[in-house]
């Protein structure tokens, strides 16, 4: 398959040229990861028109802006390979500052779910959730918005398989006719013409884990024409996982199309020993030729949606039609005994040890008290003078929930972060700390933690690895040829950042906590963090994909 890129760019080399002494920037005294892997070196770099159009001695050269780097480290801005959504980035501004504190410059949007396609019913749908009056129906228009609107930092967008069953299938567990999936390989269709970078499936949540792997692989197909990549939060995260990364592939493989796995991870204590097998089974396919990569976020918390530690065939006719059902005493006992007892699917509850102590609820919905954000279900339990499963059943019968569950062990991510397959996600959309202040510490400090735990503490990483594995990997992941790079004619997304002191401080107590260490982050050649402020510049761009 050939190299498709996202932005195509023509520089005259006399850009490049000696004889050019005047910047729109230029950084001075820093050291500089080109993001490849390769050690440090000292230059200056010298930015034009949102590009690196000199890079060497620059001494006697003018600048509209001069930055000082003081030694620390000059690298290219960091990209997060699951960003989550971005609609925050216009529905509240302020969110963009749990990227850019970060170092982020450009992050990869959509899981099951996607921004685009739309309909009547599921723009209502999101409206409501969200309050917000524009509206779309494709791409082409969301992308319009977005740029009319402006954005803080770049965005590219996959189309999901769940949102395409939304639209023409609904909610509901049914296989779709001959006639609704030529519908639905339209829309991947349109998607992809317009600038999605690939099809995405998440397959442990309702509506999409109804999807059989063939649907599958006719959805991939068609995003394969287009150059695109199939990214998946897979089937199952623990002891399914095998099975579920050998489905990733196999769709890779019948669908012709680079394979992406979300998150990689092995949940459940009873599951950790897999990691191995995982690894192994992915350098397997690429061994065979098949284009297979992954990447997970530095943290032994996930977070899901609450009502995901009920079987997701209950939900087959639709959350809202479920949650009517949870009025009954009967069948929240029901429930509980398959969740107690059943480990034919995903089941969360087994995976956190059987513990609501070790399932932390980031947000409640509407009709929950607001005070029992950030504690336990045990602790709310406690509070209310009720017991746990009591707790979890009205939470789920109210609405969504986002929540953090211990499930995994610091030994898997090292295993995972030392293969250089693996890049990093946040798996967390930009976040306003006025407004989620008991989200997954994650949204906060996910690539400053790298840098600190994993490199500095640990040793796991070196950081011309870490840096490779935050930058050119994901970009070239992505198809992203023009980023992800310090070198000539690539974009100016830069991060400057001081590698003895940078530090995530979020915690599961205090998560909405921004980092320290990061000084200057550039996007397309404009500062959007200045001495470790955020500008409130919007110098972000929709990177579409080029067919």
């Not at 990869?108 to 779309?136: C, H, I, M, Y």
Request: proline content about 5%; charged content about 20%; overall charge negative.
């Amino acid at each position: 398959m050939p190299l498709i890129r996202l932005v195509v760019f023509a520089l005259a080399s006399a850009s490049f040229g000696a004889g050019s002494t005047s910047f729109d920037v230029l950084i001075v005294n820093g050291r500089v990861l080109d993001g490849g892997g390769n050690a440090w070196y000292r230059d200056d770099i010298g930015i034009r028109g949102g590009r690196i159009v000199a890079i060497g001695d620059l001494k006697g050269s003018t600048a509209a802006r001069t930055v000082d780097a003081h030694g620390w480290i000059v690298a290219p801005g960091f990209i997060d390979m699951m960003g989550g959504d971005s609609l925050p980035l216009v529905l509240d501004r302020a969110s963009a500052s749990s990227k850019l504190l970060e170092g982020v410059t450009t992050m990869l949007v959509g899981e099951g779910d996607s921004p685009a396609p739309q309909n009547e019913k599921t723009l209502d749908e999101l409206q409501k959730r969200e309050q917000f009056s524009f509206r779309w129906t494709d791409y082409a228009q969301y992308f319009s918005i977005l740029s009319q609107k402006g954005i803080a930092l770049n965005v590219l967008h996959n189309v999901g398989a769940a949102q395409i069953r939304r639209v023409v299938l609904g909610d509901t567990d049914v296989m779709p006719t001959a006639s609704q999936l030529s519908q639905m390989e339209r829309l991947v269709e349109q998607a992809m013409q317009q600038g999605s970078v690939g099809l995405s499936t998440a397959l442990i949540y309702a509506p999409g884990n109804y999807a059989k792997t063939p649907e599958i692989v006719a959805l991939a197909k068609v995003a394969s024409k287009y150059g695109g990549v199939y990214f998946s939060h897979i089937r199952n995260e623990s002891g399914g996982a095998l099975q579920a990364i050998q489905e990733a592939i196999d769709i890779g493989e019948q669908g012709k199309i680079p394979v992406h796995i979300y998150h990689l991870k092995a949940a459940g204590e009873e599951n950790w020993p897999l990691v191995p097998k995982e690894l192994a089974l992915i350098k397997q396919a690429r061994s065979g030729g098949l284009d297979v990569t992954a990447n997970t976020y530095p943290y032994i918390y996930n977070g899901l949606d609450l009502s995901s530690l009920i079987p997701p065939e209950h939900f087959a006719a639709g959350r809202v039609a479920f949650a009517r059902t949870l009025s009954s005493p009967s069948v929240r006992a029901g429930l509980r005994q398959e969740i107690e007892t059943r480990s034919d699917w995903e089941n969360w509850y087994l995976h956190v040890g059987r513990n609501w102590d070790n399932v932390l609820v980031a947000d409640v919905p509407a009709g929950i008290d607001p005070k029992f954000a950030g504690m336990s279900i045990a602790q709310i339990a406690k509070v209310r003078g009720t017991d746990p499963w009591t707790v979890f059943f009205d939470i789920v019968e109210h609405g969504n929930s986002d929540v953090n569950c211990r499930s995994q062990n610091e030994e898997q991510k090292r295993e995972i972060y030392g293969e250089n397959f693996v890049s990093v996600s946040s798996d967390a959309e930009p976040t306003d700390p006025a407004v989620h202040p008991h989200a997954h510490p994650r949204a906060f400090g996910t690539f400053p933690r790298i840098l600190s735990k994993y490199v500095r503490e640990d040793h796991v990483l070196t950081l011309p690895d870490a840096i490779r594995a935050m930058t050119s990997l994901p970009a070239d992941q992505l198809r992203l040829f023009d980023r992800g790079r310090i070198a000539l004619g690539m974009a100016a997304d830069i991060t400057i950042f001081d590698p003895d002191t940078v530090q995530d401080t979020a915690t599961y107590s205090q998560p909405a906590s921004y980092p320290r260490g990061i000084y200057y982050v550039f996007v397309n050649g404009r500062l959007a963090v200045d001495n470790g402020r955020v500008t409130g510049t919007l110098a972000g761009q929709v990177l579409r994909h080029q067919p």
